[in-house]
């Protein structure tokens, strides 16, 4: 008999507690969530016509040239010069991230930075084409001015294309220049003009999560400084952020991507409104003077560390200042006046070591000595999986830090191992939050790593231990977040895309589940006056939902055979219903994929109940949410 004690409060979970962790790994940003069909739009890739390619209808005779306005345009010095001398149809063909997913009837925007040189009668032909090369949409636009402006034209598609490229055809005999080649599908999240992929940010909505983490992860650092991430940089107009290569361009064997750039249309202002649009309150992570330890281990030297603690202060004024502040004004001009609410902030990603600390404490100093309410976030380093107490913690326990942000990346069988990690973790230190878990069926780095229901399975037990123990464990997100099919550098991952379609993993069922049931108050579950830590292969925690009145029990069943449970609930008036979600699989390898995205997800019934007990035959290889109204 496993009991309850509704009448019991161990703990509050927060609402921060199940979160998302975003990092432009994997074409997350670009080439994912940003909608931006055109890659390398303006020509900033190493190689400038990367993703580009000469077209000439009708043996149409002309030349390209790439030029550099270095100094009048820093930001985004190349643009192509196009020249034709005939009216046949000369120009680009761009291939898009692993091509361009069309969607028959959809409206598409085209839009272009143009200059012409000398007045000519020329027109730019934009073509949409299949993998058979035949039109599957077309429009044109009639550039006309000697300055730079910007030209738009829209058209439907007529096609369902998962490959699609992109043609700009210069027709009339002349020459012009462009910058800025760029498509949009209109149907974009909130309609926004430019804006994110509808489909992964509906995703990542349907999750209702706590917080949001952004911009990562790794890139936050930069393999050196000079590709570190720089929030200034990612607000205004497109034209002007400053593109970088990603610190997960890569041409390893299985992780091919030597186009992983990031063009920043996916900025810190859209990262503030979406955690805005899916009610998740802001964790944005600044450098902190550090660059990737694991790369370059490039360092600020402290007395040189003014900017990047300035840049840290200015954020917290672009998210919260008033429209009358420096930094609040620029929100208010890029149409954002409210606030952002900003209450946290994370100071270096993943860092360790005595220079960490040294740097986290003149940031701390900084940036409490201006915004003492901002709770900051402090790094422990990758190595969270081995001793609890190391030595960050131990450090950060004596510098009274508010959150210490814990990574692990393990087998499934560390995750059941480990659920009681925090049992006994020190009630009086600093919160933690458990940034970047999963569980890998194969190991680190590893392209084999599957997101089976092993893994998924064993991180809903080593989260009943999270709940448990939400009294110190304040957040939580697994870790990565997105990833293209054909553009991944690390896995697993919890959702995965195409260029048309995504998925859930059985791990964002399980985060999905958890996020949507985590109640208000942790209450005591036991069996036999001991908390459900892997007897019989079973973990669990209970909690009541406030608001709904409701009691939400959590059992994961990781043994092969089918458990008799009967639930005594106590400190309730009168059960009125009761519902089992179940997410299972008899397949320990069972995964979902784009073409069955819902092998493995949650199916909700009704259960009975008499007298205050309920009493269920649970699955072998389950995870169970038992909800009772109360
Ligand atoms: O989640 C992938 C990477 O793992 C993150 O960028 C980094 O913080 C960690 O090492």
Not at 68 to 73: F, L, T
């Amino acid at each position: 008999v496993y009991t309850i004690n509704a009448a019991t409060i161990k703990a509050q979970v927060r609402p921060t507690m199940y979160g998302i962790f975003f990092e432009d790994i994997n074409m997350a940003g670009d080439g994912g969530v940003y909608a931006e069909l055109v890659k390398n739009r303006s020509f900033e890739f190493k190689d400038p016509l990367m993703g580009w390619d000469e077209v000439k209808q009708d043996k149409a005779d002309g030349s390209i040239l790439i030029l550099n306005r270095g100094e009048a345009n820093p930001n985004n010095p190349r643009y192509i010069q196009i020249s034709s001398k005939s009216a046949k149809g000369y120009g680009l063909i761009n291939e898009g991230f692993r091509g361009m997913g069309i969607k028959k009837d959809n409206r598409y925007n085209f839009s272009v930075l143009a200059k012409m040189e000398e007045a000519s009668a020329i027109s730019l032909q934009i073509e949409l084409v299949n993998g058979k090369g035949e039109i599957i949409g077309s429009t044109t636009v009639s550039p006309s001015s000697k300055q730079w402006k910007k030209y738009t034209a829209s058209f439907i598609a007529t096609e369902t294309e998962p490959k699609a490229s992109l043609r700009v055809l210069l027709k009339g005999i002349g020459s012009v220049d462009l910058d800025m080649i760029s498509l949009f599908p209109q149907d974009t999240w909130k309609q926004r003009p430019g804006g994110l992929r509808a489909d992964l940010v509906q995703k990542l909505a349907d999750m209702k999560p706590g917080f949001l983490r952004f911009p990562g992860g790794c890139i936050v650092e930069g393999r050196e400084l000079d590709t570190r991430y720089q929030w200034k940089r990612t607000i205004g107009d497109v034209a002007n952020r400053r593109m970088i290569v990603n610190r997960w361009n890569t041409e390893f064997a299985h992780r091919q991507t030597p186009d992983y750039y990031q063009s920043f249309g996916l900025g810190f202002l859209e990262y503030f409104e979406m955690a805005e649009d899916i009610g998740a309150s802001p964790l944005p992570i600044i450098n902190c003077g550090m660059a990737c330890q694991f790369n370059s281990c490039e360092l600020v030297p402290l007395n040189q560390l003014g900017p990047y603690v300035q840049d840290a202060l200015d954020l917290i004024e672009f998210a919260n200042g008033p429209v009358n502040s420096t930094w609040g004004k620029k929100r208010a001009a890029l149409g954002h006046p409210k606030p952002f609410n900003l209450t946290m902030m994370g100071v270096g990603n993943e860092q360790w070591g005595p220079q960490y600390i040294e740097r986290y404490k003149i940031f701390e100093k900084a940036i409490h000595a201006r915004y003492p309410q901002i709770k900051l976030v402090s790094s422990d380093g990758p190595f969270s999986g081995g001793d609890i107490f190391n030595y960050s913690d131990k450090i950060f326990r004596k510098l009274k830090a508010a959150i210490i942000d814990e990574h692990y990346y393990n087998s499934p069988e560390w995750f059941l191992k480990h659920v009681n990690r925090y049992d006994h973790y020190d009630r009086n230190g600093p919160k933690i939050f458990a940034g970047e878990y999963a569980a890998q069926s194969v190991g680190g780095g590893n392209p084999e790593n599957k997101n089976n229901w092993k893994c998924a399975m064993a991180e809903a037990a080593f989260m009943t231990g999270l709940e448990r123990n939400a009294d110190v464990v304040s957040m939580t997100s697994y870790a990565p977040l997105f990833a293209h099919v054909e553009g991944w550098q690390w896995k697993p991952d919890l959702i995965w895309f195409d260029n048309l379609q995504s998925f859930g993993t059985p791990n964002y069922y399980v985060q999905q589940l958890y996020s949507l049931n985590k109640g208000t108050d942790v209450v005591p579950l036991t069996l036999n006056n001991e908390a459900v830590e892997g007897q019989d292969g079973c973990y669990a925690s209970a909690t009541l939902d406030n608001n709904k009145h409701e009691l939400i029990i959590k059992f994961v069943n990781t043994s092969n055979v089918v458990q008799k449970a009967d639930f005594s609930m106590s400190g309730i008036t009168s059960v009125t219903k009761a519902s089992l979600t179940l997410l299972q699989s008899d397949n320990l390898d069972s995964v979902n994929s784009l073409d069955q995205p819902f092998a493995v997800s949650p199916q909700i019934s009704n259960i009975e109940f008499k007298d205050n007990h309920i009493k269920l035959n649970l699955k072998p290889y389950s995870f169970n949410i038992i909800r009772v109204n109360i």
